[in-house]
């Protein structure tokens, strides 16, 4: 986190126009809370709609398993120092199954031990796209010894995907939801 409240900030249900309510509507459910993430990019209704599209995509649609896109995206949201996004996936991953130790790992990255090479693909591949926007051909091999061409695909796609919410929630600073404590090692308020 880099801010320690909001630029924008996330809408409460009385201040919502008739189109942000519609855009809100796909995250919206019976006893549970509309998470910050999307009361903040409700601003733009518009915008917000199409994202969750995307979204949607990235997190049902994607061909990595569900434990593989988990660590792309937490890797991703590590490197840009987004403490929303890791703590909102940290919470998934866990009710999955991942410990604190693998947690951990993804922090230090592809050379903590533990890793499978398919692990450690993609975490090198977060890694190249986050430096130089680009895998670089060992880290492609690599990940092609492991997973399908739509895959690698996917990769890239949810790299970018959790790259660009990491910049808008870093950008806008989106608060963590009621409840949820924030990473001290992705605390980058001064």
């Known amino acids: 986190m880099h801010l320690n409240t909001p630029r924008i900030t996330a809408l409460t249900d009385a201040a919502l126009t008739p189109e942000q309510r519609q855009a809100l509507a796909p995250v919206t459910a019976p006893n549970r809370p509309v998470l910050n993430i999307f009361r903040t990019f409700a601003h733009a209704p518009e915008a917000l709609t199409r ?3 995307w979204g949607n995509y990235i997190l049902r649609g994607n061909s990595l398993a569900p434990r593989e896109r988990e660590i792309v995206i937490l890797r991703t949201g590590y490197l840009c120092r987004s403490g929303y996004e890791w703590t909102q996936h940290v919470e998934i991953v866990r009710r999955g199954g991942m410990g604190d130790a693998e947690i951990a790992a993804i922090k230090t990255g592809a050379e903590a031990p533990g890793w499978s090479a398919a692990d450690a693909a993609l975490i090198r591949a977060c890694d190249d796209l986050h430096e130089r926007q680009f895998v670089s051909e060992p880290v492609w091999a690599a990940l092609k010894a492991h997973f399908s061409e739509r895959q690698c695909m996917d990769v890239v796609f949810t ?23 924030l990473d001290p090692d992705l605390d980058a308020r001064g």
């Open 51 to 53: 994202f969750l599209s």
């Open 159 to 181: 790299v970018g995907q959790y790259t660009q919410v990491s910049m808008m929630l870093n950008t806008f600073g989106v608060q963590l939801d009621e409840g949820q404590k």
